[in-house]
């Protein structure tokens, strides 16, 4: 995510200004941490919503000292360019493990493309899931029917589908397999919930 604030700073004495004092204007570092503040804070489903926080804490914090601020928020990490990296690293790394790959999105990304990529490894199979964000979701019927509509998928790619990710593990605990290698990819909302379910899992 990128984001860049343009502040127009209040007019000022002259005599003010030439004393030089941090006080008597605005701290860029600070203004950086505030808004690194919120987006780390962030579990906003729209970039909108994260952008009103974000003014609100610079004008609370600096309201007297300017006059109009401009906020610019751009999501520059697109799912597909995670798919892409994800897929080369193990093709150049352990192109011949398997692979269980744990696959949910939200209904707005680029998931035909992903799906697409995901598919180019070559023994992997892949569990389909629904991510828990009612409004934005995916369905794991859909998510499977883009799966099986792709033109890649072989013999050797095996594709379940679960309603949500709270049973993911259960297949883990029922036939454990050492040479078996997890992920999870999709939206964040997604990869979020299977963290937390593997925190529960491994702590068992």
Request: glycine share 4%; proline share 4%; charged share 25%.
């Amino acid at each position: 995510m990128e984001v860049s604030a343009e502040i127009r700073l209040k007019l000022q004495d002259l005599n003010v200004l030439k004393a030089d004092a941090l006080t008597n204007t605005i701290s860029y570092g600070e203004v950086y941490k505030i808004i690194a503040h919120e987006v780390a804070l962030s579990q906003d489903q729209l970039l909108e919503y994260l952008g009103v926080r974000i003014v609100e804490a610079l004008r609370d914090r600096f309201a007297e000292k300017f006059s109009s601020l401009t906020l610019s928020i751009k999501k520059i990490a697109l799912p597909i360019n995670g798919t892409n990296a994800l897929v080369k690293i193990f093709l150049l790394t352990v192109p011949n493990r398997k692979v269980t790959g744990w696959v949910g999105f939200l209904g707005d990304k680029q998931v035909v493309r992903c799906v697409d990529r995901l598919l180019d490894l070559p023994n992997a199979e892949f569990v389909v899931s629904t991510p828990d964000n009612p409004e934005r979701a995916l369905p794991a019927d859909k998510l499977y029917g883009i799966f099986q509509a792709n033109q890649k998928i072989k013999q050797n790619h095996v594709l379940y589908k679960i309603p949500d990710p709270s049973s993911l593990f259960n297949g883990i605990l029922a036939n454990p397999d050492a040479e078996m290698i997890y992920i999870a990819t999709g939206s964040f909302y997604f990869i979020n919930q299977v963290k937390s379910q593997w925190e529960q899992y491994r702590f068992k």
